[in-house]
T-cell receptor, first 114, second 111 residues
Framework: NAGVTQTPKFQVLKTGQSMTLQCAQDMNHEYMSWYRQDPGMGLRLIHYSVGAGITDQGEVPNGYNVSRSTTEDFPLRLLSAAPSQTSVYFC?????????????FGQGTRLTVV | SQQGEEDPQALSIQEGENATMNCSYKTSINNLQWYRQNSGRGLVHLILIRSNEREKHSGRLRVTLDTSKKSSSLLITASRAADTASYFCATGGSNDYKLSFGAGTTVTVRA
């Protein structure tokens, strides 16, 4: 199994540009989420989804948009990139069990906004 | 705001020694998980402990959970160079699947 696949691995954007970070999982997981990781701050939740057609905001949603049209895919859109969005982005998925299950992470997308 | 805080921020030990790191959190939890991140890579799940459990083992890993103190510890025994990584605790709440991560402990194992 491929697990969680993120593309691209690296991206440089100019301020104001838009782009979509792709995330796909092949484990039939209900729950998917996007995090950003900044130095010294751990991972912060941007958006999450508990199933196809259902999304919700996390801790730091401003400037980002998501949709979940299929179980497998959960793209993250940057609407108008800003230097503050320079970060490493991780997508994760899990079965979404009530008493907790492990999350599987992609390898990350390193985004630089200039 | 982040739920978990790891302590220490960084740890340097000799190969063969044990490594202990702690995680404190603020609100009640359903479960607590530990993840490892090697440099430039994604996070890998290590172990999950539920709120009604006090201790769990997995190979060289031992995790404890004290819900009265809102804290957890991760012990890595007989460390190896391959254990060099950042370690994160993540807390899961009731009735949702969201995980809240701490800032992590960076562990360096010297050969």
């Amino acid at each position: 199994n491929a697990g969680v696949t993120q593309t691209p691995k690296f991206q440089v954007l100019k301020t104001g540009q838009s782009m979509t970070l792709q995330c796909a999982q092949d484990m039939n997981h209900e729950y998917m989420s996007w995090y950003r990781q900044d130095p010294g701050m751990g991972l912060r939740l941007i958006h999450y989804s508990v199933g196809a057609g259902i999304t919700d905001q996390g801790e730091v949603p401003n400037g980002y948009n998501v949709s979940r049209s299929t179980t497998e895919d959960f793209p993250l859109r940057l609407l108008s990139a800003a230097p503050s969005q320079t970060s490493v982005y991780f997508c994760a998925s899990s079965y979404g069990q009530d008493d907790g299950t492990e999350a599987f992470f992609g390898q990350g997308t390193r985004l630089t906004v200039v | 705001s982040q739920q978990g805080e790891e302590d220490p921020q960084a740890l340097s030990i000799q190969e063969g020694e044990n490594a202990t790191m702690n995680c404190s959190y603020k609100t009640s939890i359903n479960n607590l998980q530990w993840y490892r991140q090697n440099s430039g890579r994604g996070l890998v799940h290590l172990i999950l402990i539920r709120s009604n459990e006090r201790e769990k083992h997995s190979g060289r890993l031992r995790v404890t959970l004290d819900t009265s103190k809102k804290s957890s510890s991760l012990l890595i025994t007989a460390s190896r160079a391959a254990d060099t990584a950042s370690y994160f605790c993540a807390t899961g709440g009731s009735n949702d699947y969201k995980l809240s991560f701490g800032a992590g402990t960076t562990v360096t194992v010297r050969a």
